[in-house]
């Protein structure tokens, strides 16, 4: 589609679209010396090129942020609220 090439469209350009909003709004609200946001911060990514995380690493990542006081871990079936 050489008419794509000159005037981008589709699901991925709505993305971006959607995430230069998202970017210039954060971008108000952040402190002042904060990282400045891009377009790419509040878009979909690909699986594959963020690449998949087995349980095992996804556990670690869990028990690391736990021992440095971000959460608790809790083990068991979760309460029946209803």
Request: hydrophobic letters at 35%; aromatic letters at 8%.
């Amino acid at each position: 589609m050489a008419y794509a090439q000159l005037e981008p469209f589709g699901e991925r350009q709505a993305d971006w679209r959607a995430g230069m909003l998202a970017s210039v709004l954060a971008n108000l609200h952040r402190r002042k010396r904060g990282r400045r946001f891009k377009p790419e911060d509040f878009m979909p990514q690909d699986k594959s090129a963020r690449g998949e995380r087995s349980w095992q690493e996804q556990l670690l990542r869990v028990e690391t942020l736990a021992a440095r006081g971000m959460g608790t871990i809790t083990t068991g079936k979760p309460e029946n609220t209803g």
